[in-house]
């Protein structure tokens, strides 16, 4: 599996790859399968080379929304690029997809040891909050229907 086939890691550069190269795990990842679970350790980051991941966000009641979603254009994992260790939000792989992933501890190290590393990886955080924040003014303003308009 090609690193550079996620648009992140394609930024960073030859150098940068070169040196946490071998703390990348290529995995393969299936529909449904958790990436990481409401308040639990974040161990690893994944980027992400094909598939799609989602965001969820849930309420103490339970309830769930959909807050983003992430493709080879990303990482899921935002709060660990922050030194954040846990989320409230459960990310999941919304369809097959392949990623290379690393732990998080190792990620953070190289990041604080590279200028361009963090600046990709915090470039990456402001994008996803963007979307996040797109996500919930289309929630909060929009009603959704499962009425079909006319013509479809």
């Not at 604080?112 to 994008?127: E, I």
Request: charged share 20%; aromatic share 8%; hydrophobic share 45%.
């Amino acid at each position: 599996m090609n690193v550079r086939e996620n648009r992140l890691l394609a930024l960073v550069g030859d150098k940068v790859l070169e040196e946490i190269a071998g703390a990348f795990d290529p995995v393969q990842l299936r529909q449904g399968q958790s990436l990481h679970e409401p308040m639990e350790e974040i161990t690893y980051v994944y980027f992400f080379t094909s598939g799609l991941s989602s965001e969820i966000a849930i309420d103490a009641a339970g309830q769930r929304i959909e807050v983003g979603c992430i493709g080879f254009e990303g990482l899921a994992g935002v709060p660990a690029v922050l030194g954040v260790d846990r989320s409230p939000h459960r990310s999941f792989m919304e369809t097959d997809g392949s990623a290379v992933r690393i732990e998080t501890a190792i990620l953070l190290k190289a990041a604080m040891a590279n200028r361009t590393l963090m600046s990709v990886l915090l470039r990456w955080v402001h994008v996803f909050m963007m979307q996040v924040a797109s996500t919930a003014l289309a929630d909060g303003r929009y009603t959704w229907s499962n009425e079909r308009p006319a013509g479809f």
